[in-house]
């Protein structure tokens, strides 16, 4: 009787404990949904009442690279000149030198940051085989438990006062440490080679300076790493370097990239890897050289070769400085020294095969192309830079034979990782309801992207081979890519980045806002001589019979370029005298007046400024009378190409339409030219 009276109070204590652990925990769960809910709703209803449509842009530095003018602030501009009835805001999330399981590890994060709409991916280019998969480390299922999570905190806060009580602190304050919103995984370094904590006498600051690092507060984890390095210098060393690598290439911050790169320097003055660090192009040489200080950056990279002559990169850094001074023989021989190195590098091979092909050293570029491969049978890059050794030397046969090899390399041999970050990155944004655009690197194919995966349903494919193929067809290589970092291309261009931005845009409109745009394709016209040609759903394009207007200008400079959906294109005219007007006269038609109530210009991309200040629209059924519809004033002057649009109070219908320009910005004899790209009239 005792026995069973003491069984059931023990039963009914855990029964108990279990309880209030299932209470706690959904209480945890509980809050930190609802916290996550209002947030979310707080930043759509911003979002929805500012009318935005919002894309996300990730990827690597081929997204990333360009400022104003890379691919999705090039596509922000023309969607939002294609489609005036919604505004698109366009966020470039791309990151040099990062892959997709970096990418995927921040996804939840830049969801719940920016609350994309549609998010566009282009990635996959920089991704080593045989690489981690994000979130592929499994933990036991108590760990992802809120009262696990609670309970290490708490562990953890307690090691962490242990160790400061220790240690001299300058500053007072109290620290107070969450542990959301990571982003990397716990205790993984940015370089592989960094030891692990194990049983190190610091552990407890080093984590706690891993979890502020995690959550980007970079500088109170600094605070911790510098405790840690009095018990600890050789993890702390590699923890600095961590600190200033995120500084460097994620932030682009480089006083205090430079401050911590010095640090780790003090700690272990006789490492090479504060030098010249990782591929990523990381190091003080690298930072200095990015910032023209060719000098110190040379002077670094020969300090790496000092203390360790076979660092591969050190040479390869090298070869950057002695070209950016335009010594090309020196920077050819620093290149062959790294490779002769270590061939697994990909960037001083990119350069070297660069000014191979640009000095006409087909024969090396060839013997060149062929030892990466015979040491990477599966580096696809030797394989298209070798591809295009030949075609550059009219070796049809030879080219064909290695396209072959390559589509079947490409084919057959997907990066796995790269396979099950883009299907993981697709089911969270499915799960999410959010649309996905996948979009393929210039040059490459579709299909090899689309394999990737097999459920298709809801995804956008962008497919970037022929039109860039095309392209350069029309033109020289050098037009669209800066470089050959992929073999077969490069990182493009601004012209390269808009034909990329403008491709993306148009398979948008086509397939998402078909009831939004104003642009839709017309047949070849004759006069613009331009496949995939565009034209603006206005009363010009749509219901304008005859064009007439006071042009003294070059034939390619004519009044039908303002339809021509294309910004680079333009009509100009040069008066006679200063002070005489400019005009643009639309018929449309016997018995197909129309209502005119906004007008939309574009200017000039290049010379913006000739573009008109005072200008005034009339009306008129004969062609002779003709009546004021409005003022047209640009007071500004015109700094970028971005559309000007002016809404007009009109409830009239004319035949003809006449826009007269009275006067512009130019001064001086600069004031006989007016110039517009695009005009609109709705």
């Known amino acids: 009787m005792y026995n069973n009276s003491f069984k059931q109070k023990i039963a009914l204590i855990a029964f108990g404990l279990l309880l209030g652990i299932i209470l706690i925990e959904i209480g945890l769960r509980l809050g930190g949904l609802g916290y996550l809910y209002f947030q979310e709703r707080a930043n759509r209803i911003s979002l929805e009442q500012k009318g935005e449509y919002v894309i996300l842009c990730l990827g690597e530095s081929t997204t990333q690279a360009g400022g104003k003018d890379s691919y999705p602030r090039q596509l922000e501009r023309v969607l939002n000149q294609r489609t005036p009835r919604i505004k698109f805001s366009v966020i470039n999330k791309g990151l040099a030198g990062t892959n997709t399981t970096s990418i995927v590890s921040v996804l939840e994060k830049n969801l719940d940051k920016y609350h994309p709409d549609m998010v566009i991916t282009m990635m996959g280019i920089n991704d080593p085989p045989g690489g981690i998969v994000a979130g592929s480390l499994s933990k036991p299922f108590f760990m992802n438990l809120r009262i696990y999570k609670l309970m290490k905190w708490i562990n953890e806060r307690f090691h962490h006062s ?304 022929d039109i860039f193929k095309e392209a350069l067809k029309q033109s020289c290589y050098e037009d669209y890519f800066s470089d050959q970092f992929a073999g077969d291309f490069g990182h493009c261009t601004p012209i390269g980045n808009y034909l990329l931005a403008k491709n993306i845009a148009d398979i948008l409109l086509a397939s998402c806002f078909e009831n939004l745009r104003t642009i839709q394709s017309c047949p070849e016209n004759t006069q613009a001589e331009r496949k995939d040609r565009f034209e603006r759903l206005n009363l010009l394009t749509s219901e304008a019979n005859i064009w007439t207007a006071s042009s003294r200008n070059l034939k390619d400079q004519t009044v039908d370029k303002l339809t021509d959906n294309d910004k680079l294109t333009y009509w100009h005219v040069s008066l006679e005298r200063i002070g005489e007007p400019a005009w643009i006269i639309i018929d449309f038609g016997e018995g197909n007046e129309k209502m005119v109530r906004s007008l939309t210009a574009l200017p000039r991309t290049d010379k913006p400024r000739q573009f008109f200040r005072n200008a005034k629209l009339f009306g008129s059924n004969n062609g002779d009378v003709w009546e004021q519809i409005s003022e047209i004033i640009q007071e500004e002057v015109p700094d970028s190409d971005t559309w000007k649009e002016w809404k007009i109070n009109n409830d009239r219908a004319y035949r003809y339409c006449k826009l007269l320009i009275i006067d512009g910005h130019e001064d001086g004899n600069n004031h006989h030219f007016y110039s517009m790209a695009e005009l609109a009239v709705l």
Not at 257 to 285: N, T, W
Not at 406 to 421: A, G, K, M, P, Y
């Open 162 to 465: 242990k160790y400061v009580t220790r240690l001299p602190v300058k500053s007072g304050r109290e620290i107070s440490v969450t542990k959301t919103g990571t982003t990397i995984l716990k205790g993984k370094s940015i370089n592989n080679n960094s030891p692990q904590l194990g049983e190190s006498p610091a552990v407890g600051l080093i984590e706690t300076g891993d979890q502020f690092r995690d959550q980007n507060k970079l500088e109170e984890a600094a605070r911790m790493y510098q405790k840690a390095s009095l018990l600890d210098p050789e993890t702390s060393y590699w923890k600095y370097l961590d600190l200033a690598v995120l500084y460097h290439r994620r932030y682009q911050n480089w006083k205090r990239a430079e401050k911590y790169y010095l640090k780790a320097l003090e700690l272990k003055p006789d490492h090479d890897a504060a030098y010249v660090f990782g591929e990523q192009e990381s190091g003080l040489a690298a930072l200095y050289r990015e910032r023209n200080y060719l000098s110190k950056a040379k002077e670094m990279a020969k300090k790496a070769i000092e203390i360790n002559p076979v660092n591969a990169l050190a040479y390869s850094e090298l070869g950057r400085i002695s070209e950016i001074r335009g010594k090309i023989e020196e920077a050819i021989t620093m290149y062959e020294k790294s490779i002769s190195l270590n061939k697994n590098y990909n960037s001083p091979f990119v350069k070297l095969s660069y000014l191979y092909r640009h000095t006409g050293r087909w024969e090396q570029l060839e013997e060149l192309c062929k030892t990466i491969i015979k040491a990477k049978p599966d580096d696809d890059r030797a394989y298209a830079t070798l591809i295009i050794c030949y075609q550059e030397q009219g070796k049809t046969e030879l080219a064909k034979k290695y396209i072959t090899k390559l589509e079947e390399l490409r084919t057959s041999s997907h990066n796995q990782v790269t396979v099950r970050n883009y299907r993981k990155l697709a089911a969270v944004l499915k799960r999410k309801n959010i649309k996905l655009v996948c979009v393929q690197y210039p040059i490459r194919d579709l299909n090899n992207l689309k394999k990737m995966l097999p459920e298709k349903e809801g995804i956008i494919f962008v497919d970037n081979k």
